[in-house]
């Protein structure tokens, strides 16, 4: 399993970005894939997650209705858009897949991960 994250830079406070991950190696319909972002000095935390089979979303409280996320079967990809970007959210932005349907926060419970890509957001 491969996983590449892309869409990462540099934008102002209340900005917007997407961040895609092109999946390959495998069937993904049976996974869950999630992003998640570590700031400088802090732990890896749970940003979104999506079940490939149905759609199915889950955010952090502190992104809801602010990120989306999102699939595309065709493309065996994953978006990440992100808007009203603040700078605390400043981090490395990863994705990661795991073989269970169910959407966990656990960094921990995910198997592959793809590198990461830095969002800057300048104050």
């Known amino acids: 399993v491969q996983l590449q994250a892309s869409g990462g830079g540099l934008v102002q406070t209340g900005g917007s970005l997407r961040l895609s991950c092109a999946a390959s190696g495998r069937t993904f319909r049976s996974y869950v894939m999630g992003w998640f972002r570590q700031a400088p000095g802090k732990e890896r935390e749970f940003v979104a997650g999506?079940?490939?089979?149905?759609?199915?979303?889950r955010y952090a409280d502190s992104v809801k209705d602010r990120f989306t996320i999102s699939r595309d079967n065709t493309k065996n990809t994953v978006y990440l858009q992100m808007n009203s970007l603040k700078p605390e959210e400043t981090a490395v932005y990863s994705c990661a897949a795991r073989p269970i349907v169910v959407i966990s926060t656990d960094p921990t419970t995910y198997y592959y991960w793809g590198q990461g890509t830095l969002v800057t957001v300048s104050s």
């Open positions: 999506i079940r490939w089979s149905d759609g199915s979303t």
